[in-house]
């Protein structure tokens, strides 16, 4: 076969009089020795600018907003009314009244329609007391008196439950005021279980009024009290 031969590699040209793929003697000074660290910086420069170029016509997915968008009650949103003659979660339960008027009206109505299921049952294992000093205690105080360090804000301050108005009342009146609350008192209704606000009644008649003289006798007993004065 005739015909000149192929120029060796060393003797072509290129535009620039760079080999394509070669860096130039200037640039190669101003970058590392060591090739494989050379390469792995252009590569990860190149991959980054690749991410930015792509990420920029990303969206969310849907299901990063799943837990905001839950089927729930959100925050300050009503809930819905529940259907006409639906029966209570724990029963026997009276509606709150809609003024101060009915509200006396319904607590009468409670004490004769309602009864302490829980009379019957064993002492109490503490948790009446628990209960008491978890919600009643900041108003009503120790010995519930109405001298809670809370109450003591109020006007007027909480009712004194030691008082023959407070323990003469029946079981079914002192859970209503409990469940629906009263003129300055919160309902309890959503907060305890209607088991509890039955413990609570209980406590009243028998745990409170040992509370009370409990206070009673440790004031006596103090310098300036009755018993120190003897």
């Not at 003659?85 to 709150?96: C, I, N, Q, R």
């Not at 108003?139 to 007027?156: E, F, Q, R, T």
């Amino acid at each position: 076969m005739t015909g000149a031969s192929p120029a060796p590699f060393s003797r072509l040209t290129f535009p620039g009089g760079a080999i394509p793929g070669s860096v130039s003697p200037s640039l190669a000074s101003t970058l590392p020795e060591r090739s494989g660290v050379k390469k792995a910086s252009v590569f990860a420069v190149l991959l980054l600018a690749a991410a930015l170029v792509v990420s920029g016509g990303l969206q969310a997915l849907p299901w990063n907003d799943d837990m905001k968008d839950q089927v729930s009650i959100k925050t300050q949103e009503t809930t819905v009314e529940l259907p006409a003659e639906s029966v209570p979660a724990d029963g026997g339960e009276l509606d709150g009244p809609a003024d101060l008027a009915e509200l006396v009206r319904a607590r009468l109505r409670a004490g004769e329609q309602l009864s302490n299921p829980l009379v019957a049952e064993d002492p109490d294992d503490g948790r009446a007391a628990e209960m008491y000093d978890v919600y009643c205690r900041v108003c009503h105080g120790v010995a519930g008196a109405g001298d809670g360090s809370v109450g003591l804000k109020y006007n007027p301050q909480p009712m004194d439950l030691t008082l023959p108005y407070v323990q003469q009342q029946t079981d079914g009146q002192l859970y209503y005021t409990i469940t629906h609350g009263g003129v300055i008192m919160p309902s309890y209704r959503f907060a305890m279980s209607s088991e509890d606000r039955w413990r609570i009644v209980q406590y009243l008649r028998t745990g409170l009024i040992e509370e009370a003289a409990k206070v009673a006798d440790a004031a006596e007993a103090e310098p300036g009290g009755e018993t120190a004065a003897e």
